[in-house]
């Protein structure tokens, strides 16, 4: 009898546990991970130049070692695409694992170590790339690598693209792909860079997951003034500098409309409940309707990308003007950095900038928009279950938060063409500066793997046949 009995409960664990991921050889998983990643630091792929070909030759290398094919598309000789798939029984559609294998430039003379030495030490992994992006890239490809090695029966193709050209705007990469080869990247979810797990430094608990589901639009716009030129020795009443400064102090001074919407609110609502109270009334005063400017500028002294995500945000970058200090010069311009709110009116905007300033010789000009406008990626559905399922059960007491990004990625271009695009990286312990960007990038060798097993298991969920 209680053999039968523990029969009975064997039976139902494995059954509970039939529809969870099978483990993969983790030590290999993760020593491959990390050479992955290491042998991509190496390869220079930095803007402008890019020679993505680099990193593309050798992400296909790998995959052909293992068997599995794959395709390299160019929209300009060395900016280099890959996409590989692996084959599901296509009862649902595809899912898509990418990253960027271009990287920023680097400042060599204010690095501890060789940017392009993917040096391992005290637990982290140096070098331009290491966080953004070639870790996801490195992750991507592994996870790709193992469902094919592990024949792991698939309802949906698994889709994995190394693009080029991100930091540039994805004009090369994501977008090329999209407007030229969209049969080869269409899927139904896309995972990609602009979430990430926070890890308490002084418990190394992971407190919460930012999943990016939204961004917001690059909208640049340069101010333009016109004036009567003339000597300096007499004033004049079109001075341009004192239009264009005008103009600029106006912007500054009056912060769009704020607007909130599901990601936001949904962030906010989370957020209140995981922190201390003086901080969690703040985010509660900002649900209720119409909240004042005082009330928001709270959120500007908690963290200032918290202000930026309720709004359209106008930011002066550039201000020019003049030659020659005893000159008045006929014009003067300034450039604003544009970060609309998705589904934002571009019309509406330089109505309202045009109302805010207030002068009709200054004249707007927008300038090219690189990254579409686009609708976030829904709350509701098997891709953001996934993450919900996972995250809180391998990291009891870790909220998860659906969040807009200030920054734009190559979700954009996927969002804008239909697919459900998240963002999801490695952790980073809080407080930690590293780098992205600046001297010294680097990621933590542990939340790297952590990653890697999250990414395994949410593979497994959403595209995994149970
Ligand atoms: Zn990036």
Redesign the pocket.
Known sequence: MRFILLSVVVALLSFSLGTRAMEPDWQRLESDSLNTLVDLIKLDTSQPAGNEYLATDYLGKRLKAEGVDFKTFEAKTGRTNIVARIKGNGSKRPLLLLG?TDVVTVEPENWSFDPFGGTVKNGKIFGRGAA??KGIVAVSLEVLLALHRNKVPLDRDVIFLGVAD??GGGGLGITYMVENHFEEIAAEFALN?GGRGSIDPSTGKYVNFSIGTAEKTPRRARLLASGTAGHGSVPTRDNAIGAIARAVARLVDTPLKMELNETTRTFFRRLAETRPEAEASVYRDILKPNPDLATQAKLQDINPAFFSIIRTSVVPTIINGGYQRNVIPSSAGATLDIRALPGADPEQLWEELRAIIDDDSIQIIPMKVTRPAHDPAPLQNDMFRAFEDILTERHPGAVVLPSMLTGA?DSAQLRAAGIAAYGFGPGVVLGDNNGIHGNDEYLRVEPYFEYLRLMWLLTNQVAGSH
């Open positions: 960027h953004d992006d991100e930091e860079e990625t």
